[in-house]
């Protein structure tokens, strides 16, 4: 007889299994599948999915939960076991609260949904996204008040991505950037952007992908327990500790694009290889949030891969790689290339400086939406004068404006925000990390990134889910989320890059 | 409310997509999977695997195929849908009878089996095999005893590969093979051997997987429905009629390699390519038994791969693609030396002439075993006896005898034989076939393979396991399971390779 947390812990793990297997398989789709077998891949995933879902609410799950917490409060557990405890009860009441009926509708919905997207895109035709779009809202709002919120709705979506974080944390922080980015982003556009004529050329893809391993595995990602592949659009996935695999997308014309992509890309992977194994098989086996997993990625592509020490030490080596176009090229203008900075249209081509506005624009209005401060008609409207405000640009169509993105198409409200939370705690995370260790950046100049990797590995990457996002962050680096780490890095590289600001 | 038989084979459907899931994690494990993730896809495997059984034997299953037999004895049901009917009432019949603590013991018996064996073969010692081979036959033993037979317990293990074939038509088959086939290896064993020396040098890896899927594409293998990778011992595998997936293996310095395992892939592929849409996600959407299976990748390994026709066709082509090592070589050399026969003591290196020998050799001892007329301690010497009575030659080792194949290691006794009989029915195939297609060969020379696919689609592909082997067998080709018409095809080819014989 099993003590009752491990009696728990050995119900839910076929449970993982069974989300382990439908990762694989949608990896398998985005890489290697056939075209041909869209269909009965879809099939399959369904299966999968809704048998992890239908195990997982029994009444027996219950039982055994209630078991668990009574062990948890006689003190008859360990700390990793009343974690996951914890977590579980929150997963276990919020995946029971949603009525069948109403996932099965928000399924359906997110399908047509994504179908009438891509079609509204290619056309550039937002009404005949709109029903859809209404729909999903509605469906969304559903799905808010069957959860239940403390302040306001979109509380309830957000905690989905980044649980324990309130919506309005995310207003004052965005409050604090808006103020402050607006205008640097203004006064960098006022400044001679730098030239990046050589980071468009012969970039042959099998050269970019060897470079990119080579510098990720110099990071610490372990290729006996993970590999890259090609997708259309970069992601990284785990099946297990053991098992956490990259993809990315290279251009053959343009440098950065898989370069960066590549180092993002690892950086999600390397907190994934760094969940503490002993979580194998719990719902504890996965990072804390979206934001703290975007941190990591935004870490080693900005922080690190972004940065001059980190071009010291690998732009002769990405020379030697490419020698026809950087042979000539020096060092700092190379610098200043990949960090030029100005607005633009698209939220996944952005700079790092003005990535942050795009995202606070779509948390903006879709909190509007689900709050029924907006409507689905208005939504273009809005969206374009929200552009003119953050970034003094408007979308010459709705293709490269409100359509852009694929999120909402699939029901994904509470989502965009992670994206700049993470981009924010990296900066957080990066200022706790040199006071550990002074001589980071003379590490990074010699490529040393050991320190690094170790310290993210006992700060944040080891806990897992054990941890919620705002707790993590507070005992990793002493601070609630805030922008001022991150203005305060824009600042300092930007002054440097850019002499006249 | 469906119809009964639709009712089950709603019931059946999610079970087919664990099993395709399954599927999918051993392809990836096979091809791409990390080496350090082997243990956590074991584990995820067996789950998927534990929960497909599962699902599958329950009372619910029983109680709706129960009266899915009654529609289909009140005559509501297609002709498939009591096919359907008839083959789960077997698999389900056979799934109950074996008790969870056999199928427990023999899984972990098999795989301390397999540790085990790659160790004695490693080191030569047959002795250390030796104790977990006995588990696995008196494990094997008793699984023939629970699922019951009705002349001998081989009977029962064969089904599990060949259901409908009982193994007394195995013996009367082999029986007539031996009486001919030995005197015919003699005879050739006389005859000089063709010079097949230009057939070892540099075969660049990527030239020979481009012109084999070439070849296999010209055959009609549907790359929109599949694809071909590398693993370390080449299979197909089907997680829908449109996702079939070949794989082989290369050796850069011999040619045949790599070229005959695509070409005897793609065979098994065809097949699975060709089963009817409508039987998707059913226990039916597979091949009919294994030495169906074989048949149809020896079809297009030998009866067309290894022809003279067909190189007509290609040679130019080979030539082309490995100039430095062909251009010399006259088609009618490299013709007989990719037919070059001669005794050998591996079996998966075996000819087309000798490889019968190889399977009856196993077949026969792996019976005797099971009937206990045999024990595990005497098989090293009966093997080199019969090595020598039939192929004229002993083994040097025991890891070059009786340790050089895995499946007695994981308990899969009744697989041999299947190899020999499919070879032994791609020759009825090929004959019934020249009946509809007298232009066979002149087609063949001309690259024109969609008749051949026609027909067999026609009479093979599409049933799936609709029809058992021997039934299909019959209506195909109106003849059963007989050793002559290969034995024919064989004195005619190497009569025509070998003038003096």
Redesign the interface.
């Known amino acids: 007889m099993p003590a009752p947390v491990d009696a728990l812990r050995d119900a839910l ?2 449970i993982e ?2 989300k ?3 990762a ?2 949608s990896w ?1 789709q985005e890489t ?6 869209a ?3 879809a ?2 995933l369904s ?2 999915k ?2 992890a879902h239908e195990r997982f609410v029994t009444d027996e799950i219950g039982a055994l939960l209630d078991k668990a917490e009574t062990a948890v409060e006689q003190g008859e557990a360990t700390d990793m076991q009343a974690d996951l405890v914890r977590v579980v009860r929150r997963d276990y009441d919020r995946a029971r609260k949603l009525p069948s009926d109403l996932v099965s509708a928000l399924s359906q919905a997110a399908s047509r949904g994504q179908t009438a997207w891509k079609q509204a895109r290619a056309n550039d035709d937002f009404d005949h996204f709109a029903p859809h779009l209404e729909e999903l809202v509605d469906l969304t709002i559903q799905k808010a008040e069957a959860l239940g919120y403390e302040n306001e709705r979109y509380d309830a979506l957000l905690d989905e991505y980044e649980p324990g974080l309130p919506t309005s944390a995310v207003v004052d922080t965005f409050a604090d950037l808006r103020e402050q980015l607006v205008p640097l982003v203004d006064a960098i556009a006022e400044q001679p952007a730098p030239d990046d004529a050589m980071l468009h050329g012969a970039f042959p893809v099998d050269k970019q992908k060897a470079f990119g391993e080579a510098v990720i595995t110099d990071f610490g990602y ?6 890259q ?1 090609i997708s259309a659009h970069p992601f990284t996935t785990s ?5 956490v695999r990259l993809t990315t997308r290279f251009d053959a014309q343009f440098l950065p694009s898989g370069l960066f992509s590549t180092l993002h890309e690892a950086g999600h992977g390397l907190y994934e290889q760094g969940v503490a194994p002993d979580l ?2 719990t719902p504890l086996a996965e990072g804390a949030s979206l934001g703290i997993h975007e941190s990591q990625s935004r870490f080693y592509e900005n922080v690190i891969g972004r940065s001059r020490p980190f071009w010291q030490h690998y732009y002769p080596a990405l020379q030697d790689t490419f020698p026809d176009a950087l042979r000539n090229v020096a060092l700092d203008d190379f610098y200043r290339a990949i960090n030029r900075s100005e607005p633009s249209l698209i939220r996944v081509e952005a700079d790092e400086v003005t990535y942050n506005l795009h995202v606070m624009l779509r948390f903006e209005l879709e909190r509007a939406l689900v709050q029924e401060d907006l409507a689905v008609q208005d939504l273009p409207a809005a969206w374009n004068d929200r552009m003119d405000t953050y970034l003094g640009i408007t979308p010459d169509s709705d293709a490269n404006g409100v359509l852009q993105d694929v999120h909402w198409s699939f029901g994904a409200i509470g989502y965009f925000p992670t994206y700049a939370l993470g981009t924010l705690m990296s900066a957080q995370i990066a200022n706790a990390m040199r006071k550990d260790l002074p001589d980071l950046d003379a590490q990074i100049a010699a490529g040393e990134f050991a320190p690094v990797l170790d310290w993210l590995r006992t700060h944040i990457h080891r806990y897992g889910r054990r941890l919620d996002a705002p707790d993590l962050l507070e005992q990793a680096t002493g601070q609630s989320l805030q922008a001022d780490a991150w203005l305060g890095a824009m600042r300092t590289k930007y002054g440097a890059i850019y002499p006249g600001l």
């Open positions: 793990a076929p299994d069974l382990s297997a439908a694989v398989l398998d290697f599948m056939p075209d041909g077998a269909e009965a891949r099939q399959q299966t999968l809704t048998m372990d290729f006996d327990c993970g590999r592949d099946f297990d500790v053991t098992d194998a098989r």
